[in-house]
């Protein structure tokens, strides 16, 4: 699976973007899906994930309530709404897929270890 991740840039707190997770490859309406974000001079982190068999969602507590991930696996692209953007969400953003069929306890999904395909980083920046 190959990953392309757009959708990024510059934009003013409380404006809104949307990402896009494109898979080429192959399908990936089997793969439970994430996105991670990492700021200048920071750790990668965990930003939301969504399941491949029922569609459950998952986020960071920083972006609860602001931030939607989706899939539409008939165009096998995910998407990320993010909404109210603050300067703090400013990151390089990247989605990341898991092994095919894979059933994860909730807890793991924000581990980036276990994905194993990873699109290249969007960059979303956010000015005050």
């Known amino acids: 699976v190959q990953l392309q991740a757009s959708g990024g840039g510059l934009v003013q707190a409380g404006d809104s973007l949307r990402l896009s997770c494109a898979a080429s490859g192959r399908a990936f309406s089997k793969n439970n899906i994430a996105w991670f974000r990492q700021p200048p001079g920071k750790e990668r982190e965990f930003v939301a994930a969504?399941?491949?068999?029922?569609?459950?969602?998952y986020y960071a507590d920083s972006v609860k309530g602001r931030f939607t991930i989706s899939r539409d696996n008939a165009n096998n692209t995910v998407y990320l709404q993010m909404n109210s953007l603050k300067p703090e969400d400013t990151a390089a953003y990247y989605c990341?897929?898991?092994?095919?069929?894979?059933?994860?306890?909730?807890?793991?999904?924000?581990?980036?270890?276990?994905?194993?395909?990873w699109g290249q980083g969007t960059q979303v920046t956010v000015s005050s």
């Open positions: 990341a897929a898991d092994g095919s069929f894979m059933r994860r306890y909730s807890g793991t999904l924000s581990q980036p270890a276990i994905y194993r395909y």
């Open positions: 969504i399941t491949w068999t029922d569609s459950s969602t």
